[in-house]
């Protein structure tokens, strides 16, 4: 399969896509699958699971439709099979109010998880802008992330790349409090 016969995108529509992406071992399974196939086999390695749990994640990634078959192979009388994403990109549906943002827990997990002596460049900055620099800033934030994503070399090791911008709930003012 050519990366030309991959769909650009694929949006979580189904319960089950959202089980699917909500696990945090199928979400650094999919991370293993974003540039390149793997077998079972590699997947458990990579990812640090055994064979059998390996299986029943991608099963469940293939089921809904995340990951497929893109070839297979003879080795030794037992048919192997690479996986991949069944798209270049998976979009989440919007939490809604209150709700969860799986991408963000999943981030969060993944650094720390990361290693501790390793490169991080980690911030957080309060910001108060108006609505056309809350815009422009978004859409600069993504045109970069879309440049270093074509920049990407499967050869290279994974650097995973996550920003959030968004205006927070109001805070309550505590009562009693004076403004």
């Not at 919007?94 to 390793?118: C, Q």
């Not at 991080?120 to 440049?147: I, N, S, Y």
Request: charged share 25%.
């Amino acid at each position: 399969m050519h990366a030309d016969d991959v769909p650009e995108t694929l949006h979580v529509t189904t319960e089950e896509q959202l089980r699917a992406v909500s696990n945090l071992t199928r979400h650094r399974i999919m991370a293993v699958l974003r540039f390149e196939p793997a077998t079972i086999t590699q997947i458990a390695e990579r990812v640090g699971l055994a064979k059998g749990s390996s299986s029943y994640h991608v099963r469940l990634l293939e089921r809904a439709g995340l990951v497929k078959v893109v070839r297979t192979r003879k080795v030794r009388g037992v048919t192997e099979r690479y996986y991949a994403m069944a798209a270049g990109a998976i979009v989440l549906p919007d939490p809604g109010e209150g709700g969860p943002d799986v991408l963000m827990r999943h981030a969060v997990a993944d650094l720390e998880a990361s290693p501790a002596d390793g490169e991080r460049h980690v911030r957080m900055a309060h910001l108060r802008l108006t609505e056309g620099q809350f815009a422009e800033l978004g859409a600069r934030l993504q045109a970069l992330a879309d440049e270093y994503q074509g920049l990407s070399d499967p050869s290279l090791p994974d650097v995973s790349l996550v920003f959030a911008l968004f205006r927070p709930a109001p805070r309550e003012q505590a009562e009693g409090e004076s403004e």
